[in-house]
């Protein structure tokens, strides 16, 4: 299949990119700069431009960004749209956060229509933002599945980055289903939305402070920070990147994933947990980690909401890696890059 896949050079679209190769798919992937594309394109040496290929999509923000990269000749079967706007010091929440993921999103879908009319399926990376409830704490009573959205309004959105960003993949997730809904296009829609994403970082594309957030705690772990007390886990549920970047290839393969939104998570871990799979396979840092008695890290007393991910598993026909596997591998990949 031909498909463009955006944000290339991004944590899961980099192992995004080494599954549809793999699976034999002609890939062009969007990036910002030549020389990411040149990164990528050096590490990927035995694929011609044939099997990979880029585009440059500056700022993913701007109106009609993608109309050039959505033509391709052969033309495009696929889109897998990981690429996402990301700000750290977020001033204005509005502008950092939700245009730029709201336009992002409708944007691709709106030059897709426009001109790319083989594209028969789209996948769109989401986030179990999009699903959880942030007013209802960790809410042992309720199941999350993909039946959830999260309720923030957009006067909420704008108080905090925190609530921008969880406002940011929802109101765009929300968008992409409006724009099924309303313009009835020749493609259909799955969207993925995963919690903590774990697992190797691809050594080419990341330096250690340039980590995705959800390996910083792992880093810092590692690094001693949390020797004296565990930070909060903070959301307890996870996946590993490997994973998720094959729901992302399975949803443009399998017929069954069209229209439908996936929560896709492996289960539950807890920061004092990641702590204990480092010391059992990496004594060697045991001098900078937490003990048994260190506080914090844990699980919340009363307990913690449940999970139904069902649906990704029947019709992905995923099989998710151990919680003690992504660890080791993660930080096996974080020891090349010097952690």
Known sequence: MRVLLTGGSGFIAAHVLDILLEHGHSVVTTVRSQEKAKKIAENHKDHGKDKLDFAIVEDIAQENAFDEAVKSEPPFEAVIHTASPFHFNVTDVQKQL?????????????????????????????????????????????????????PISAEQAVQNPAN???????FAERAAWDFLEQEKPNFTIATMCPPLVLGPIVHYLNSLDALNTSNQRIRDIMQGKAKEEIPETGTFIW???????????????????????FFITAGYFSNKEIAQVIEKHYPQYKDQLPTSSTPGGDYPKGGVYKIDNERVQKVLGIKFRSFDESIKDTVKSLQVVGA
């Open 239 to 261: 996946v590993d990147v490997r994973d998720l970047a094959l729901c992302h290839v399975l949803a443009i393969e399998k017929e069954e994933a069209a229209n439908k939104r």
């Open 98 to 150: 939700l245009d730029p993921a709201i336009i992002g999103t409708t944007g691709i879908l709106k030059s897709v229509k426009k001109s790319a009319p083989t594209v028969k399926k789209v996948v769109i990376t989401s986030s179990f933002a999009s699903i959880v409830n942030p007013f209802e704490g960790t809410w042992p009573e309720h199941t999350y599945s993909e039946k959830d959205w999260n």
């Open 164 to 170: 921008g960003y969880r406002a940011s993949k929802t």
